[in-house]
């Protein structure tokens, strides 16, 4: 099996398909995670929004099921330049659309609310990449 990529995740998030789509946003919140824990230890980045950042992606992770299937991103060695870090933000923004659509969708009636609580996670997480990405010392 190779290994998984971002545009693989975002393809998943797409099916339509709930537990593809809940696996894939498992996985993007784990990829997202491990890029905060490279970005707290880059001393061109706030720390303290690099760790908000994997404290917001741990919690949306913790209330998605355990993926039954696939594999988690290949994680950044170094911190990311800014063009390097967008395809995260996105594929954040894609998470909380994708749940909250889901969450209208009458068979997913009994989890809405936490879809709904899920998919603020992902945005308040993608508004803290997009925060590090402007603010970073070293960011160009």
Not at 4 to 21: E, F, K, N, R, W
Not at 26 to 41: E, N, P, S, T
Not at 73 to 82: S, T, V
Request: hydrophobic share 45%; glycine share 8%.
């Amino acid at each position: 099996m190779t290994q998984p990529t971002i545009t693989d995740l975002d393809t998943a998030l797409g099916s339509g398909q709930g537990d593809g789509v809940l696996s894939a946003a498992w996985y993007a919140f784990d990829a997202v995670g491990q890029l905060a824990d490279v970005l707290a230890r880059d001393e061109n980045q706030d720390e303290i929004q690099a760790m908000l950042l994997g404290i917001k992606c741990t919690e949306g992770r913790t209330l998605l099921p355990l993926p039954e299937s696939g594999r988690p991103l290949e994680p950044l060695a170094e911190c990311a330049d800014r063009a390097r870090l967008e395809p995260y933000g996105v594929l954040l923004r894609h998470v909380d659309a994708v749940l909250r659509r889901l969450a209208s969708v009458p068979e997913w009636a009994d989890d809405a609310e936490q879809l709904i609580v899920v998919a603020d996670h992902a945005a308040v997480a993608a508004q803290i990449l997009t925060t590090i990405r402007q603010d970073g010392v070293g960011a160009s």
